[in-house]
Antibody, heavy 112, light 106 residues
Framework: QVQLVESGGGVVRPGRSLRLSCSASGFTFTNFAMHWVRQAPGKGLEWVAVVSTDGSKTYHASSLKGRFTISRDNSRNTLYLQMNSLRPDDTAVYFC?????WGQGTLVAVSS | DIQMTQSPSSLSASVGDRVTITCQSSHDVRKFLNWFQQRPGRAPKLLIYDASNLDTGVPSRFSGSGSGTHFTLTINGLQPEDSATYYCLQYENLPSFGPGTKVSIK
């Protein structure tokens, strides 16, 4: 069955970096553009970034001001999100998704 | 960026009621709109894609309609398990979500 499993979340101090991973299985990974979506505690869903099927095109939410970078490794069926200069308001559950299929999310908490 | 609004922000209805949620976009998104259901502590679940197509396995009491800038999600015969927050998402341009509608059971 379709599975998307995020990892790499945790507690991190402001200004530091973190890389999230999402391992995909049960479907043809290379057929789907892949997204990251986040949800701050008690808040709604916020789209973060998308990468094309072959990884050649990426788009990020303008609110991130260039701090985050999405990428993928199709040989490993894995999606990544590199997050730099983290701020407390980046605290959220981060989901990877095709928008049809979703992972269960990984929590990133930015706190001193 | 395309801005999405939803109304109402929350509602309470009885089992068996018909419930309608509205989503509006700031620009024409044609039919590139999905509806999601999210229960507390869970990942979002796709209900409707391309404005009016029911995803596989979704109960037929859910339906979607609309195009352009105005869309609706209808639940015909509300069930206790439908207590959740519902989000619209446009993907005509870079994706953007509506703020959500929380549905509770009286």
């Amino acid at each position: 069955q379709v599975q998307l499993v995020e990892s790499g979340g945790g507690v991190v101090r402001p200004g530091r970096s973190l890389r999230l991973s999402c391992s995909a299985s049960g479907f043809t990974f290379t057929n789907f553009a892949m997204h990251w979506v986040r949800q701050a505690p008690g808040k709604g869903l916020e789209w973060v970034a998308v990468v094309s099927t072959d990884g050649s095109k990426t788009y990020h939410a303008s609110s991130l001001k260039g701090r985050f970078t999405i990428s993928r490794d199709n040989s490993r069926n894995t999606l990544y999100l590199q997050m730099n200069s983290l701020r407390p308001d980046d605290t959220a559950v981060y989901f990877c998704a095709t928008l049809g299929f979703w992972g269960q999310g990984t929590l990133v908490a930015v706190s001193s | 960026d395309i801005q999405m609004t939803q109304s109402p922000s929350s509602l309470s209805a009885s089992v068996g009621d018909r419930v309608t949620i509205t989503c509006q976009s700031s620009h024409d998104v044609r039919k590139f709109l999905n509806w999601f259901q999210q229960r507390p502590g869970r990942a979002p679940k796709l209900l409707i894609y391309d404005a009016s197509n029911l995803d596989t396995g979704v109960p037929s009491r859910f339906s979607g309609s609309g195009s352009g800038t105005h869309f609706t999600l209808t639940i015909n015969g509300l069930q206790p398990e439908d207590s959740a927050t519902y989000y619209c998402l446009q993907y005509e341009n870079l994706p953007s979500f509506g703020p959500g509608t929380k549905v509770s059971i009286k």
